[in-house]
């Protein structure tokens, strides 16, 4: 079984470049498939979600041509099924927009139900929602979700609650739609304005992406395109975050500052020294003393759910008392047990952590619980005294592309073992 094991308390120091953002990525390879023309997307990260992402669209019968790590190449003009049901799509939570991408082409999909982390209830009824007021029966049965329609037609649909994944799915079903769709409340996130912007270039018209009114003109077809996938701001989030913890001095390269501006404005309020430049961040911590903050996630532009553990991680080291409230999922504090492992002193009541701050963390055997909490669990293991390991880092690597290499590039004793024998390797290495 693959672990990471990690000797920590070394500063890190140097330059790290951020892949492409995996959220957006997984819904641009979805909205490909919806040309019968080539589709060329560069800058997808290299991680499992994308790869069983594309697997499932060959399963489908789309033509995916992987030109190299990065780069990929789809038409979606073989597609012969509108089934999708192949076995590793239900680990990931963004397979539901193959329903939006699917419906709004043929006019009928059916999707395995979703998974992905366990952290916290993901319903589907908003998106069910969307489809059924563009004109489409939905039915949930036997696992499966399914979507068909004779036609869709524009409509104005108001989401309860900000979803992502809601704006996103409904967005790629309204872009063949007949007439206009006017979706309020719509979420604002980046990667929802990357997809907008692919599926423009594509021949959609698409207006106010990034802002709560997204309004969608119905065109008949989308054409093919070329198009790189915007920077990952919680992959560069969360090495901002690791040279916060360990008191280094990184420079985060292949970033839109502007996306990253509330996991800056925390770090400031941590007494980090923070370098703005036109497409990278720089993160001063080698002389800073850890101040306490509260911390609420909200959708975007407010503090993101998905850099929360890893803000926790940060705080854990700060003297005094901080708060960090999870405004999104019920179920995101469930690394906190395997952080007081290590010696943090975090004690959660509802939604909120209440962190007193420790001098140091100790190196320990944890496991990951989810994707983010896994990346959180390497930081605290970078900043330890002694050796750390995580296991069940198949939900690190669904989302981070080689993180063992790119932090061993700043300085970090880190390395991906599967055998005792590499793991008594390593030991002897770093002594």
């Known amino acids: 079984m693959e672990q990471f094991i990690i000797k920590g308390g ?23 498939a919806m040309s019968d023309e080539d589709v060329t997307i560069e800058n997808i990260p290299d991680v499992r979600d994308i790869n069983v992402m594309l697997l499932a669209l060959q399963e489908i019968g789309a033509s ?17 099924s509108f089934d999708v049901d192949y076995e590793y799509i239900k680990k990931i939570r963004a397979s539901y927009y193959l329903l939006g991408a699917l419906l709004g082409k043929y006019k009928r999909a059916e999707v395995a139900l979703p998974g992905g982390c366990a952290i916290g209830a993901r319903p589907i009824d908003l998106h069910l929602k969307g489809f059924r007021a563009l004109g489409a ?50 979420a604002k996130e980046p990667h929802v304005v990357d997809v907008a912007n692919l599926l423009n270039s594509m021949g959609a018209n698409i207006k106010g992406a990034g802002t709560d009114v997204i309004r969608i003109f119905g065109v008949e077809k989308l054409h093919g395109t070329e198009y790189s996938v915007i920077p990952d701001q919680i992959e560069a989030g969360t090495f901002m975050f690791a040279a916060a913890a360990t008191h280094g001095d990184v420079l985060v390269k292949n970033v839109i500052p502007k996306h990253l501006e509330a996991t800056t ?39 993101p759910t998905d850099m929360q553990p890893q803000m926790t991680v940060v705080l854990g080291l700060a003297g005094g008392v901080s708060t960090v409230t999870e405004g999104i999922w019920e ?20 939604n909120i952590a209440i962190i007193t701050g420790v001098d140091h963390y100790t190196g320990a055997e944890v496991s990951a619980p ?45 390395e991906l073992v599967d055998s005792e024998h590499d793991r008594q390797k390593f030991l002897l290495k770093v002594g």
């Open 331 to 350: 179920n995101r504090f469930k690394y906190v047990d395997e952080l007081n492992r290590m010696g943090s002193n975090i004690r959660v009541e509802s």
């Open 64 to 80: 995916v041509n992987r030109v190299d790590a990065h780069k990929v190449i789809i038409n979606g003009k073989s597609i012969t």
């Open 265 to 303: 404005a925390k770090l400031l309020e941590t007494g980090c020294e923070i370098v703005e430049y036109d497409d990278a961040v720089r993160v001063i911590a080698t002389h800073t003393t850890l101040q306490p903050t509260s911390v609420t996630t909200l959708p975007y532009p407010g503090f």
């Open 10 to 32: 070394k500063p890190l120091q140097g330059e790290v470049k951020i892949g492409g953002a995996k959220n957006a990525a997984l819904a641009i390879i979805a909205a490909a």
């Open 370 to 414: 989810d994707l983010r909490a896994g990346a959180a669990l390497i930081i605290a293991g970078l900043a330890a005294d002694g050796f750390t390991t995580i296991d069940d880092i198949h939900y690190i690597q669904r989302g981070y592309e080689h993180i063992e290499e790119k932090f061993r590039q700043l300085g970090a004793d880190m």
């Open 137 to 186: 029966t939905c039915d949930v049965s036997y696992g499966l979700i399914s979507a068909k329609a004779e036609k869709l037609r524009g409509t104005h649909i108001y989401l309860d609650k900000v979803s992502v994944g809601a704006t996103i799915n409904i967005m790629l079903a309204a872009t063949l739609a007949e007439g206009k769709t006017i979706i309020e409340n719509a």
